[in-house]
């Protein structure tokens, strides 16, 4: 499973930017990760990477923003959903399968409802430095293989350090 380290917020959010330059309408990307992990960081330049203007904020209230960009982002939070079945009531069809990308902040607690082909992103926060990430990239399906491939290349471009996971300022 590739993975990526990142140094600060603003490398989180860097990468996601990199990625949404790369998605395509009906991808589905799911952030898995404790509280504190970076996943609004990692959403938030999703959304710059898809050209949405504005603040961009995670809809743990609300379950659901839906933002425009060149293609239309539906970010969901499930963090407060008691029960997969509570995302029905959402109707959560349109945004998985719709004309948008869709990214899903814990994902992990609605697994058996997913499409079986997504990007799973693990955003973890390293004991030895506060503002260190490690983004584990599990690519589900062939279109998800060719992306993470897509990404890391594009990630990695002039980064002399790629090649041990590193991204970002100090990585490149």
């Known amino acids: 499973m590739p993975a990526l380290l990142t140094y600060a917020p603003e490398d989180t959010a860097e990468l996601g930017r990199k990625l949404g330059g790369l998605l395509l309408a009906g991808d589905l990307i799911c952030l898995i990760g404790e509280l504190g992990a970076g996943k609004t960081s990692?959403?938030?330049?999703?959304?710059?990477?898809?050209g949405v203007e504005g603040q961009v904020r995670s809809p743990s209230f609300t379950l659901i923003h839906e933002y425009y960009g060149r293609l239309p982002l539906y970010h969901l939070d499930l963090y407060r959903l008691n029960d997969p079945s509570e995302l029905e009531d959402l109707g959560y069809e349109e945004y998985f399968y719709g004309d948008g990308v869709a990214l899903v902040e814990w994902a992990d607690r609605v697994r058996e409802v997913l499409p079986e082909e997504r990007?799973?992103?693990?955003?973890?926060?390293?004991?030895e430095d506060e503002d260190c990430?490690?983004?584990?990239?599990?690519?589900?399906?062939?279109?998800?293989?060719?992306?993470?491939?897509?990404?890391?290349?594009?990630?990695?471009?002039?980064?002399?350090?790629?090649?041990?996971?590193?991204?970002?300022?100090?990585?490149?």
Not at 42 to 50: P, S, T
């Open 119 to 127: 990007l799973d992103i693990y955003i973890d926060r390293l004991a």
């Open 42 to 50: 990692f959403a938030q330049g999703v959304a710059r990477g898809l």
């Open 133 to 172: 990430r490690k983004l584990k990239l599990a690519p589900r399906g062939e279109r998800y293989r060719r992306l993470v491939e897509e990404l890391m290349d594009v990630a990695c471009a002039g980064n002399r350090n790629c090649d041990t996971g590193c991204f970002g300022s100090r990585g490149i």
